[in-house]
């Protein structure tokens, strides 16, 4: 059976990030900081359709931003 790993998670107001991908300025170091800080604001599990909108949502307002 396959192993995942994990890169990062939210726990007690607190964002961990694996060392694996902590040093440097890494496309899945950003990602993980998305993932997590979206934890942190809607306290929404992964998966759930609450935390999908929300990602949705900032990936609109982004796109929206960027042809301003």
């Known amino acids: ?3 995942s790993t994990t890169f ?3 726990r007690d107001n607190q964002i961990y990030i694996n060392t694996d991908i902590s040093d440097g ?3 899945m170091l950003t990602e ?3 993932h997590e800080l ?3 604001l809607t306290g929404a599990a992964d998966c759930s359709t609450e935390f999908q909108e ?3 949502r900032i990936a609109a307002t ?3 931003a960027s042809r301003a």
């Open 54 to 56: 929300f990602a949705v």
């Open 1 to 3: 059976i396959g192993q």
């Open 32 to 34: 993980t900081i998305l």
């Open 8 to 10: 990062g998670f939210y």
């Open 25 to 27: 300025d890494s496309h």
């Open 62 to 64: 982004l796109a929206r």
């Open 38 to 40: 979206i934890h942190h």
